[in-house]
């Protein structure tokens, strides 16, 4: 099959020509009819996730076909149209068994503990627990959107976040994960204001629901325009980049018992963050993390989707070629991406 590759961490990665995968007993290969590139792919690249043994072929976010299926899955068959989350869980470990498949002890993860979805194809593990299937109306694109920046959104605002009506919701970064929680925060019936540095990206965020937004570059106190805007602070807080400074601000804009919720990654540099916690602890706030959603959720946010309530295709910036992946992953770190980008041609 064809694949994106690369042999060395930030080292220029190349399409080439690599053996096509088979099913474990317990897994499937998909044909990918999408794949996302997310800046967790990026960070990939970059030599930050230590799960990743080189040579690699990234991706993370996709939606396929079924092409073959191993002799122990029970609920696939060749020819079925599925998406899965960015995180699999094995079913069998103590958080799999209380529902947690997100942070499952012997997680799967394509695109970083094996193979990923730059290619034509790809092998899923623990398929019977991790396969979501596609409602026959959404098409690839969209469906490959929802992998991670999407889902992960959904999980921090509604599982994590508990956002309801009326509430405030800060989304710090207007990316694919940014602009995602803006949306859905929005369908919650939550006001959101959008912090970023580029006033396109505020644009947009204002037309997917945004009430208001703070361009970082143009105050002093990021925090505190928060806090302006929202007479008194956030009561919801995504730091949807992975930033210490981020991190800061958005737990510094919350009110008082406010919740901060990690989405973007922390690594290298930024992954021990200051925190305020005098403030943690005279406002009682909460800090809490997002990873991934479980497959046995998608079916709230797929019935979201149905109905109109939400609109990932909306986010869907731009869609390309495999060749063109390896442009669009190795300059992600220059924010120029306005939406999503999918790879839709192999």
Not at 80 to 102: H, K, L, W
Request: proline share 4%.
């Amino acid at each position: 099959m064809k694949a994106m590759m690369y042999r060395a961490f930030s080292a220029p990665p190349e399409i080439e020509r690599v053996a096509d995968p088979v099913p474990d007993t317990d897994g499937v290969v998909l044909k990918v009819m999408a794949s996302g590139v997310c800046r967790s792919d990026w960070h990939g690249w970059q030599g930050n996730d230590p799960d990743i043994t080189l040579p690699h072929v990234p991706g993370h976010e996709l939606a396929g076909i079924v092409e073959a299926v191993g002799n122990g899955v029970s609920n696939w068959k060749p020819g079925d149209r599925v998406t899965v989350p960015f995180v699999g869980g094995c079913g069998r470990c103590p958080e799999c068994e209380s529902g947690n498949q997100q942070v499952c002890d012997h997680q799967f993860q394509p695109g970083f503990t094996h193979w990923g979805s730059f290619a034509e194809y790809v092998a899923i593990h623990y398929a019977d627990i991790n396969l979501v299937r596609l409602p026959q109306e959404m098409n690839f694109t969209t469906a490959a959107s929802l992998g991670c920046r999407f889902s992960t959104s959904f999980r921090a605002i509604v599982d994590q976040g508990k956002v309801s009506a009326g509430q405030w919701v800060a989304v710090h970064g207007c990316g694919g994960v940014g602009l995602s929680a803006i949306m859905i925060a929005t369908a919650f019936g939550a006001k959101v204001v959008a912090v970023d540095i580029a006033d396109d990206k505020l644009a947009l965020a204002r037309k997917l629901g945004a009430v208001a937004s703070v361009n970082a570059s143009d105050v002093t106190d990021v925090a505190e325009a928060v806090r302006d805007l929202t007479e008194g602070g956030a009561n919801v807080s995504l730091d949807a980049i992975g930033s210490a400074d981020v991190c800061f601000d958005s737990i510094n804009g919350l009110r008082k018992r406010g919740k901060h919720i990690q989405v973007g990654l922390m690594v290298r540099d930024n992954s021990r963050p200051i925190v305020p916690m005098d403030k943690v602890l005279a406002n009682e706030l909460e800090i809490l993390g997002s990873h991934g959603m479980q497959a046995h959720r998608y079916d709230e946010m797929l019935e979201m989707i149905r109905v109109g309530q939400l609109a990932p295709e909306k986010l869907i910036g731009q869609t390309i070629t495999l060749e063109d992946s390896i442009a669009a992953l190795t300059s992600m770190n220059e924010f120029y991406a306005i939406g999503v980008t999918v790879i839709t041609e192999f």
